[in-house]
Nanobody, 123 residues
Framework: QVQLVESGGGLVPAGGSLRLSCAAS????????VGWFRQAPGNEREFVAA???????YYADSVKGRFTISSDNAKNTVYLQMNSLKPDDTAVYYC?????????????????WGQGTRVTVSS
């Protein structure tokens, strides 16, 4: 079983950047499909980005061209680089992992979740 811990959230002005980290323990993260999701107050949790075991990457249309997901196998960590941030990006960001591919974008297909890290983008 893998345990996930997110970090890197904070307060940033519009147009700024943040890099979120998802550090894994217990299992090798490269054995999983890893996704980033976010949830704003009053909204459902939504897909942001995912990286597969073969390092293919997928993005929600709302973040394509601004966010980049990557992995560092030596550190057992997945990152989400977020550039050109907008107030609409304000949310709690979660990383999640699934061992068997079902869906990249459906939150209920992921088995393991971190506790989340808050990102606030000021206008």
């Amino acid at each position: 079983q893998v345990q996930l811990v997110e970090s890197g959230g904070g307060l940033v002005p519009a147009g700024g950047s943040l890099r979120l980290s998802c550090a894994a323990s217990g299992r090798t993260l490269s054995s999983y499909i890893v996704g980033w999701f976010r949830q704003a107050p009053g909204n459902e949790r939504e897909f942001v980005a995912a990286i597969t075991r073969s390092d293919s990457t997928y993005y929600a249309d709302s973040v394509k061209g601004r966010f980049t997901i990557s992995s560092d196998n030596a550190k057992n960590t997945v990152y989400l680089q977020m550039n050109s941030l907008k107030p609409d990006d304000t949310a709690v960001y979660y990383c999640a992992a699934q061992a068997t591919y079902y869906s990249l974008t459906q939150a209920n297909r992921y088995n393991y979740w971190g506790q989340g890290t808050r990102v606030t983008v000021s206008s």
